[in-house]
């Protein structure tokens, strides 16, 4: 868990079989970064393209027009690497109390507000996906930062029913989301069906 004057960020991954998510989040010129990336499975370097994605060393973000233009930037590197492959992203910032971003693919960004989950990536291209040279990063925001944001794969999004999400908007402890939200993406059985992985972001609380 990663604190800050600003938020609180815990992220998780959790591996089920191909081990291909990959999440970080830093510091970079005043702002917090945070990216998730989900390497594509069925084809030759989607593990290490997801790690790539996660390594870049990204420019200064002032807006989602910057996040796009460096995700479009990073499309063309990856594509020129003939040993990687292809991933979804999602590139996300916190700065001066506000959260922009840009994405490609079917992982997600949610601002789970105290009324409502709204979906912040919903307009993003699920593909063509990076890493392909023809990705179209989609950007988001800006808006303000007031609620707890959820940035995951789609091994959460797609297989976490939004009613076993929505609890997760009241449940301060961070850990206790945390273990309620990988709860939530298992089968009866307790197996998962894919890797999953996410970032959850809390603004600061006085």
Not at 2 to 20: G, H, N
Not at 134 to 163: H, I, Q, W
């Amino acid at each position: 868990m990663l604190a800050s004057p600003y938020s609180t960020i815990l992220s998780r991954v959790v591996r089920a079989s191909a081990d291909e998510d990959r999440v970080a989040h830093r510091h970079l010129d005043g702002a917090e970064l945070i990216v998730l990336a989900d390497g594509a499975g069925g084809m030759t370097g989607g593990r290490q393209t997801a790690e790539l994605i996660v390594r870049f060393e990204y420019r200064a973000l002032h807006g989602p027009a910057d996040c796009v233009d460096e995700l479009r930037r990073l499309d063309g590197i990856l594509h020129s690497d003939a040993s990687c492959g292809e991933s979804t992203v999602v590139l996300l910032v916190v700065r001066d109390g506000k959260v922009f971003g840009a994405s490609v693919g079917d992982s997600g960004a949610w601002a789970l507000m105290t009324d409502a989950i709204v979906d912040m990536t919903r307009h993003q291209q699920r593909k063509p996906l990076l890493g392909s040279g023809m990705a179209e990063p989609t950007g988001f925001g800006p808006a303000l930062f007031n609620d707890r944001l959820l940035v995951a794969s789609d091994g959460l999004l797609k297989y976490a029913s939004r009613s076993r999400i929505n609890p997760v908007r009241f449940i301060r402890d961070l850990n206790a989301a945390e273990e309620e939200l990988v709860a939530a993406s298992r089968l009866p059985s307790g197996v998962l069906q894919d890797d999953l992985s996410f970032v959850i972001v809390d603004p600061a609380r006085s």
